[in-house]
């Protein structure tokens, strides 16, 4: 299949320190010309080099029909190579082919002016993306209702909270009918049921079979949304695959945390003289080390550690925590064989298995520790961020999730029974039913 | 990355994350036809200098019109009088103009009416000193769409030279009541003003996307501009006529591509004789400064968004 978007050695490079300021005034450049022939002499030094490269080498292709999600650290480039194909920025090396015309939805609200009511603001930003008037004329009623905001729309903007603001930005850029679509961040912001929208508007544009470039940092909407990932990391790219695959190595990287962490050396294992931690990983039912796990089957959260001293009473526990830095549960051992009772000396492994459909989608960071509750309460190691996981979700609609496609909010996705008892009249009194459903 | 590399991850990325629906979907998007040549081609231009696209403005003429009218709407938005401000500043210069320079002063006018003499000659001039010092902040002003959409950069400016011909029009109202009220006969040599205004625009235009694109780079041209235009309003012919600098001098003067338009602007008025060499030489340096704004424009619309 011929690619849509075609990049070659794409890089950008920014003037940094003294060679190029971001705006030289008359005076500073012709300060610098008079230095110039002086500058000659110097020449030797690395200038070039100390500027900086923030984007390096870009290259790749994608087809038509693809979403592709862009991540990475803070000036890894994303936008930047977000902007270069926008045309508003140019690159300092390389090229790039659209075999369609792109617009985008990074600049939500942009041109906006407060005086102007929302119908003539609709006008001016629809002219700005290049859509024509008389297209959007044509599809006026379908924009506003789309904002919600059909009663405000001949207000002036300024008088617009700004949600409001933002409902009708979106509605403006998500009627652009180009082939291909960036969105930066863009479903970051709003009330979650606008937020929705945007993730079904998504969904549709998807359907059309448009080509969509997708940044973000919520790693749960890139694996949701996207099929394929581009990490980039200092302006270069470092992975592209799969979708899960390349989140799971970024988190992986960017933490510096996988699913198995093992400290091979006793004396620089945590712990102390009681007890120290060898090793703690993420497993499934099977016993393999599992970065992802379904969002229905279970996982185990495995401990391995030895005790130094006898006639200790132990106590392995767990935390976790998710992107958002969520304390999601607490949690130790309250198994009945070693509970309360003195432990020889010798290696241990304790498992802590989450049951299926409990987690919520995303990431999660495991906090493992040792505590001692007799005789006293004493904690012999409390390890952060030893290893992490991620919680994958199916779209098999048998899940927690059932028929639903967007984002889900919550900590915890439990799958519970649900009941629906049916009454053939209509009159029967609300207290009544309270009464018959015996709640 | 290797290109060929990611051809293969991909099919397991398709294969692996779609419902049987979706794949389907999938494959019928793989007949979306693509045009044989890329509709978007960008790379580095290293030092080259770029042409002027002029299909490519053509396409963005609403988008022209759409600034245009916002910088209308908006700058008489909230104001008690509205565009009547743009008859009263000209309005009341020429009465004062007036009051010092011919009645005081005793200014010569080359038998015109002075307040005729003085508008004819404020007009053109408001018209392109508003422009340009519009167009100096335009850019700047716009940062927030520069660093966001692709558009040709160029509508910018033209858009606040644009909003400035319709405060023309409304100022031109005046001038029209003045010719009637000093019972001058008008000529077919009227018609001449169409040209003359297109002849300041081209001019306010070349010098507006030189200052414009200046401006971006050296925030200075900010503080030089106001001094520069109060500089070069006195060596244009508004308060006076061409024919107090002496002979040997007015070549000088000349050199100024107001001077033949506002002398354009009297003769039209009052039927007199048209100085076509004057003309012809402010018409041949609007047209070169023009193509020196565009080129200079364009060179430097590449590195907007890294700078502004």
Redesign the interface.
């Known amino acids: 299949m011929r690619p849509i978007i075609k990049v070659e050695n794409l890089g950008k490079q920014y003037g940094f320190g003294g060679l190029h300021p971001a705006y030289m005034t008359f005076r500073e450049a012709a300060a610098a010309a008079m230095l110039k022939p002086f500058k000659r002499v110097r020449r030797g030094l690395p200038a070039i080099e100390e500027r900086l490269w923030a984007l390096k080498d870009v290259s790749f292709e994608v087809e038509p029909g693809e979403v592709v999600g862009l991540i990475g650290d803070n000036g890894a480039g994303k936008s930047t190579l977000l902007k270069i194909l926008s045309r508003i920025v140019e690159p300092t090396t390389g090229y790039f082919e659209l075999y369609g015309r792109i617009g985008s939805l990074l600049e939500v609200g942009t041109g906006f002016h407060p005086d102007l009511s929302g119908r003539e603001n609709i006008f001016l930003n629809g002219a700005l993306l290049g859509i024509k008037r008389a297209e959007l004329q044509r599809r006026l009623d379908e924009i506003v209702s789309f904002s919600e905001i059909e009663q405000f729309i001949d207000l002036p903007v300024k008088w617009y909270s700004s949600g409001m603001y933002l409902r009708l930005a979106f509605s403006v850029a998500a009627h652009l009918d180009t082939e291909i679509l960036t969105m930066d961040e863009v479903l970051a912001v709003g009330d979650i049921s606008f937020q929705q929208k945007c993730i079904d508007k998504v969904n549709e544009i998807r359907g059309q079979g448009r080509t969509i470039l997708f940044v973000s940092h919520s790693m749960s909407a890139v694996t949701r949304l996207c099929e394929r990932v581009i990490l980039l990391d200092k302006g270069r790219v470092v992975k592209d695959g799969p979708a899960a695959e390349v989140v799971n190595d970024y988190m992986g990287k960017s933490l510096n945390v996988t699913a198995v962490r093992e400290w091979p050396d006793p004396q620089s294992a945590p712990g102390n003289e009681v007890v120290r931690i060898r090793q703690v990983r993420v497993r499934t039912r099977e016993g393999d080390t599992a970065p992802q796990v379904d969002i229905r089957n279970p996982v185990g959260i495995e401990v391995i550690y030895e005790v130094l001293q006898p006639n200790q009473i132990l106590t392995p526990s767990f935390d976790l925590f998710n992107e958002q830095g969520v304390h999601v549960f607490a949690v130790h051992d309250v198994g009945p064989k070693w509970r309360r009772e003195p432990r020889p000396v010798g290696r241990y492994v304790s498992t802590m298995w989450i049951p299926g459909n409990t987690l919520s989608e995303g990431h999660l960071l495991v906090q493992s520790s040792v505590l001692s509750y007799h005789p006293g309460l004493r904690l012999h190691t409390r390890e952060p961020n030893v290893v992490t996981f991620q919680v994958v979700e199916s779209a098999e609609g048998d899940s927690a999730r059932g028929d639903y496609v967007g984002a889900v909010p919550g900590v915890v996705r439990p799958l519970l029974p649900w009941q629906t008892d049916f009454y053939q009249t209509t009159d029967i009194a609300p207290s009544v039913i309270k009464g018959l459903s015996g709640v | 990355?290797g290109?060929t590399?990611?051809e293969s991850?991909?099919e397991?990325?398709?294969s692996?994350?779609?419902?049987p629906a979706?794949r389907q979907?999938?494959a019928?998007?793989?007949s979306?036809a693509?045009?044989e040549n890329?509709?978007?081609?960008?790379?580095?231009?290293g030092g080259a200098w770029p042409a002027l696209n002029f299909r490519e403005l053509w396409s963005?003429r609403?988008?022209l019109?759409?600034?245009t009218w916002?910088d209308i709407?908006?700058r008489y938005?909230?104001t008690a009088m509205g565009a009547a401000w743009a008859v009263v500043q000209p309005f009341v210069t020429m009465l004062v103009f007036t009051l010092f320079f011919s009645i005081f002063i005793g200014v010569p006018s080359d038998r015109i009416p002075y307040p005729v003499f003085v508008y004819a000659g404020l007009l053109p001039w408001t018209f392109f000193a508003s422009s340009v010092n519009n167009c100096s902040g335009s850019l700047v002003g716009s940062s927030?769409?520069?660093?966001?959409?692709?558009?040709p950069r160029m509508i910018i400016p033209v858009a606040a030279i644009a909003a400035g011909l319709v405060d023309l029009a409304v100022a031109a109202a005046i001038l029209v009541g003045l010719v009637f009220v000093y019972g001058l006969s008008p000529t077919w040599s009227l018609l001449m003003l169409a040209p003359l205004v297109m002849l300041t625009t081209v001019l306010a235009i070349g010098v507006g996307l030189l200052i414009s694109a200046l401006t971006?780079?050296?925030?200075?041209v900010r503080h030089a501009l106001p001094f520069v235009l109060q500089i070069w309003m006195f060596a244009s012919p508004i308060i006076y006529p061409q024919s107090v600098v002496p002979v040997k001098w007015q070549w000088v003067l000349k050199l100024n591509p107001l001077t033949g338009v506002i002398e354009g602007f009297r003769s039209a008025l009052v039927g007199r004789e048209f100085d076509w060499l004057s003309l012809g030489l402010a018409a041949a340096i609007s047209f070169s400064l023009l193509i020196v704004g565009a080129l200079v424009f364009r060179r430097l619309e590449?590195?907007f968004?890294?700078?502004i």
Not at chain 2, 144 to 151: C, D, E, M, P, Q
Not at chain 2, 216 to 220: E, N
């Open positions: 990355m290109i590399g990611n991850v991909l397991s990325a398709v692996k994350r779609h419902t979706t979907e999938h019928a998007h793989s979306l693509l045009p890329p509709l978007i081609k960008g790379g580095a231009a963005y609403e988008l019109y759409f600034l916002r709407k908006v938005k909230q927030a769409l520069i660093t966001k959409v692709y558009f971006v780079r050296y925030r200075d590449r590195v968004a890294d700078l």
